[in-house]
DNA sequence: TCCTCGGTACGACGAGTATCGAACAATAAC
DNA sequence: GTTATTGTTCGATACTCGTCGTACCGAGGA
């Protein structure tokens, strides 16, 4: 796999080589090159998802009960791997907890302004979580 | 009406007063500060819409049959109608052809950048399109 | 008038999605 | 070991979406 770190800290990303792994399904898109405009669109056009990426713009790591989103916990977990799967967020898994943060560097690096675009967007259309 | 045209030019906005008419279920958001932003992403997080949207991108007033999309033309109306029902794009009617642009100026305002790095990122992660 | 052309409406189909509650798994605390 | 916490998985439900073919409509041209 790409890189784990040590302790109970494992990083989830797309190159991991365990077969068979729970984490197989939960793959992040290996490199910049391989992530989808319109996959990371998708991900971002929900209001929810929207909400949760706002909440991880100032780069903080959170942790999905730390969030405030109006959904079930099972829910959020969809969301949060619908983000993973279009590598708009990685998760880090540490103990008990599983600690996301938005990709903004990959993302900078592959489409440029698009994420700060969308954040800018979303800060000046929802005023109530600005 | 917001506006019409001479001749036989119909501009079709979303503040139309013609209840009733075939226009209506046709709608524009009426204003820009109307426009929302999981809507927006959500009509530009498909692959031909993204395509269709790139082909508008210079300004031009394109009609459905002219553009280079791989789906049946009754699929191409129904993209243009989630684009238009966006506020993406407008449609005016001259004859028996509807011109499709950009609502670049409006997005602009509304959401600054946006969709210029939508279509940055389109044209660097499509090269056959570029 | 009849026919063609550009586009929309409609119905259908298969696929995907957002949501939830409940069950499960892994870790940490007691 | 037992319990509590954190998050994922699963099944179910209701809804949306992309696609197509066909039918339809309005405008022009024969």
Not at 70 to 89: D, I, N, Q, Y
């Amino acid at each position: 796999m790409t890189s784990t770190v040590g302790l109970s800290s494992l990083l989830i990303e797309a190159d991991t080589t365990e077969e068979g792994s729970w984490a197989v399904d939960r793959l992040v898109p290996a490199s910049v090159g391989l992530l989808s405009l319109p996959t990371i669109l998708h991900a971002l056009s929900d209001p929810v998802r929207l909400r949760i990426v706002s909440q991880l713009a100032d780069g903080s790591e959170r942790t999905c009960g730390s969030l405030d989103v109006p959904v079930a916990k099972s829910t959020c977990s969809h969301h949060f791997r619908v983000l993973r799967e279009a590598g708009v967020v990685s998760q880090r898994v540490d103990g008990k907890c599983r600690f996301n943060r938005l990709r903004s560097d990959e993302l900078e690096q592959r489409f440029p302004g698009l994420l700060a675009a969308v954040l800018r967007a979303y800060e000046s259309s929802d005023p109530s979580r600005a």
